[in-house]
């Protein structure tokens, strides 16, 4: 098994900018494409943010984060990050880390096999 625990939500102001990350352990992940999804609402379909692959080469993005959204990877470490800048109040939601264990980056929640806690991120207008 894979745990993956995040951190770094909060809340901040809109045009604010916050840092989450994705700690993994257990099994080895070498290999896995790893990605961040949200839920803006309980009862909401959680909605694909951003992944990046094993090797950090090849990142995705929902067109709603391009430009303001990093995801980044230390495979030393084994953790992937999202760095969040110019927030606005749509991105209020909670953030969960996923990792999947095919190489290929996939945006579908049904791709991955292994999932965080989630972590809350608040943003104020």
């Known amino acids: 098994q894979v745990q993956l625990v995040e951190s770094g939500g909060g809340l901040v102001q809109a045009g604010g900018s916050l840092r989450l990350s994705c700690a993994a352990s257990?099994?080895?992940?070498?290999?896995?494409?790893m990605g961040w999804f949200r839920r803006q609402a309980p009862g909401k379909e959680r909605q694909f943010v951003a992944?990046?692959?094993?090797?950090?080469?090849?990142?995705r993005y929902a067109d709603f984060v391009k430009g303001r959204f990093t995801i980044s990877r230390d495979r030393i470490t084994k953790t992937v990050s999202l760095q969040m800048n110019g927030l606005k109040p749509e991105d209020t939601a909670v953030y969960y880390c996923?990792?999947?264990?095919?190489?290929?980056?996939?945006?579908?929640?049904?791709?991955?096999?292994?999932w965080g806690q989630g972590t809350q991120v608040t943003v104020s207008s």
């Open positions: 257990g099994r080895p992940i070498s290999g896995y494409p």
């Open positions: 996923a990792a999947k264990q095919t190489a290929v980056i996939e945006v579908t929640t049904g791709a991955y096999d292994y």
């Open positions: 992944a990046i692959t094993w090797d950090g080469v090849t990142t």
